[in-house]
């Protein structure tokens, strides 16, 4: 959907030629403006009547409310499909149960490979689970395409877990080892979402308490998402380490600028690739960063002082290319206060 629509107060009483220019810069056809200006209202009508939007003010993230069932915004856009009947459909989502996406078809099709790689993007780009409706970030509500779902599910070796709400409806999909090993040595996997756009809002509260059962699973290997994370951090900091440049990939590790959480905690912009040992020194609050315009600037603790690591105080971190993966501003300055607060209580 369209997520303004604007018409001349005066005059004709037209669209304005930027409602258009939007459209098309969203894929939509223009050619018919008449119809296309009487499926958008029709849209806005839908969106106003089944619910509106619901920001967080502490997160910041948004909401809508569709059918009595909340959809959140990820800040991101959908690659467009050169062919018609994109596998992330447009509009109002319809909702199903997991039962009736169960057949035998396997349906390998150059829609469902196209569905395979933007399903395992979306979940590296996430950290996790991908929603089955959602906004985009240039307000647009999508879904994943039912019948690929379908055609996942029913291979002979499933290649996606499903998981549903409390009425048995599909609420998110998650691609399986099988599925993302197929695409995760293809540079597009992650370039096709990330982005240089203004840094967005976090998805998660960094001011809520942290949840001790969430702290006691992410010091295992069960942590939800890890592997989708350490390949999206890794990626985005070209693989070596942002503050000794250690290629050595065994040596590497993703760490949590916030600690872990939960799953939305997973975003890139929460993560920085660090080999482990400098990774245990950063979660101990022995060294952190700090921003001064542009420039990603390391701080050492005193502790450190005529240690082989005090030669990386003042370091200038070279930043990954997308704005998307790189570190979240209120992520660091909330690292960097602990940080001040543990130097403060050392001798």
């Known amino acids: 959907m369209l997520s303004v629509i604007v018409v001349h107060q005066t005059g004709d009483k037209q669209l304005g030629a930027g409602f258009f220019k939007l459209a098309k810069?969203?894929?939509r056809l223009a050619s018919d403006q008449e119809?296309?200006?009487?499926?958008?209202?029709?849209?806005?009508?839908?969106?106003?009547?089944?619910?509106?939007?619901?920001?967080?003010?502490?997160?910041?993230?948004?909401?809508?409310?569709?059918?009595?069932r909340p959809i959140e915004t990820l800040p991101f856009r959908i690659p467009e499909y050169p062919h018609p009947s994109h596998p992330i459909s447009r509009g109002a989502p319809k909702f199903h149960k997991l039962e009736a996406l169960s057949d035998w078809g396997e349906?390998?099709?150059?829609?469902?490979?196209?569905?395979?790689?933007?399903?395992?993007g979306m979940f590296l780009r996430l950290g996790r689970a991908v929603p089955y409706a959602f906004d985009t970030i240039d307000?647009?509500?999508?879904?994943?395409?039912?019948?690929?779902?379908?055609?996942?599910?029913?291979?002979?070796v499933p290649e996606i877990a499903v998981s549903c709400n409390s009425a048995g409806e599909v609420a998110s999909v998650t691609p399986l080892t099988i599925l993302i090993n197929r695409y995760l040595s293809d540079d597009q996997s992650f370039r096709q979402f990330a982005s240089n756009e203004i840094e967005s809002n976090l998805p998660f509260d960094i001011d809520a308490e942290i949840d001790e059962r969430r702290r006691i699973e992410s010091e295992s290997v069960r942590r939800e998402g890890v592997a989708a994370f350490r390949s999206s951090v890794l990626w985005a900091w070209d693989g070596c380490c942002a503050v000794t440049g250690?290629?050595?990939?065994?040596?590497?590790?993703?760490?949590?600028?916030?600690?872990?959480?939960?799953?939305?905690?997973?975003?890139?912009?929460?993560?920085?690739?660090?080999?482990?040992d400098m990774h245990a020194l950063f979660d101990s609050h022995l060294f952190s960063l700090r921003y001064v315009h542009d420039r990603l600037l390391l701080d050492m603790s005193k502790e450190l002082r005529g240690t082989e690591y005090e030669r990386y105080a003042g370091t200038s971190l070279k930043l990954p290319e997308a704005q998307s993966h790189r570190p979240h501003s209120r992520l660091v300055e909330h690292h960097r206060r602990k940080f001040e607060d543990a130097e403060a209580r050392r001798p």
Do not use: M
């Open 35 to 68: 119809r296309l200006w009487v499926e958008e209202l029709a849209n806005v009508k839908s969106a106003w009547t089944s619910g509106g939007a619901i920001k967080y003010p502490k997160s910041g993230q948004t909401l809508r409310n569709i059918g009595g």
């Open 107 to 120: 349906g390998k099709t150059p829609r469902t490979e196209f569905f395979e790689r933007i399903l395992v």
């Open 246 to 276: 250690t290629v050595v990939r065994c040596t590497l590790e993703a760490a949590h600028i916030y600690p872990y959480n939960g799953i939305k905690t997973n975003d890139p912009s929460n993560g920085i690739a660090l080999r482990s």
């Open 25 to 27: 810069r969203l894929g």
């Open 139 to 156: 307000g647009e509500i999508r879904s994943l395409a039912a019948g690929c779902i379908k055609f996942l599910l029913n291979r002979r």
